[in-house]
């Protein structure tokens, strides 16, 4: 990863959550906050219950897995391409970046989400995990491992004819 597009991405990130922060003054950006951190309270609170660890059994983990790889596919076939804001496309394309620099650097939020959410997994289903830390690595890797399908379809979505495409995408509906 290039320097420079790492402190691009860290500033962008910082100006980003400052952005979120001043926009919890309005009571909907709030609502729309405060709905997903009730239901992580809700579900924290409950997270002993032996409902989770049903949820963790063999068959249940196989099926999320296959949906996930099925949806991330299917996702990223659907964008035709990969998508990127005005500014980027000034700065990146016309700077010395290689092509791998610029889907890493596009896959970067992707990765923190990543992270995040295998930290609430973690804090959620710890306790039903015989190895709580391997399980949330594993499941951080997949997360990665998806989004790298997903772009992968994007690309190759973008590198067929139109008409292929709609063929295609309605094949895989």
């Known amino acids: 990863m290039n320097r420079a597009l790492l402190f691009l991405w860290l500033t962008l990130l910082k100006k980003r959550a400052i952005r979120f922060v001043r926009d919890l003054r309005r009571p909907s950006k709030l609502l729309g906050f ?30 999320c897995i296959l949906l996930m790889l099925a949806g991330s596919v299917f996702k990223g076939f659907l964008e035709r391409g990969i998508v990127f804001e ?8 016309a700077g010395p970046f290689a092509q791998r620099q610029i889907i890493l650097y596009r896959l970067l939020p992707n990765y923190l989400n990543a992270v995040f959410q295998g930290l609430v997994f973690v ?5 039903h995990l015989a190895h709580p830390g391997l399980a949330t690595v594993s499941l951080v890797f997949f997360q990665m491992l ?4 997903a772009t992968a379809a994007a690309i190759f979505g973008g590198a067929i004819r139109l008409p292929v495409h709609e063929r295609v995408r309605w094949m895989m509906l």
Do not use: M, N, Q, W
């Open 34 to 63: 405060l709905t997903p951190l009730s239901l992580f309270g809700f579900l924290y609170y409950y997270h002993d219950h032996e409902i989770f660890g049903r949820l963790l059994r063999r068959e249940a983990v196989v099926g």
């Open 86 to 93: 005005k500014s980027d496309v000034e700065f990146l394309f």
């Open 123 to 127: 804090v959620l289903f710890g306790p």
């Open 146 to 149: 998806c989004f790298h399908l």
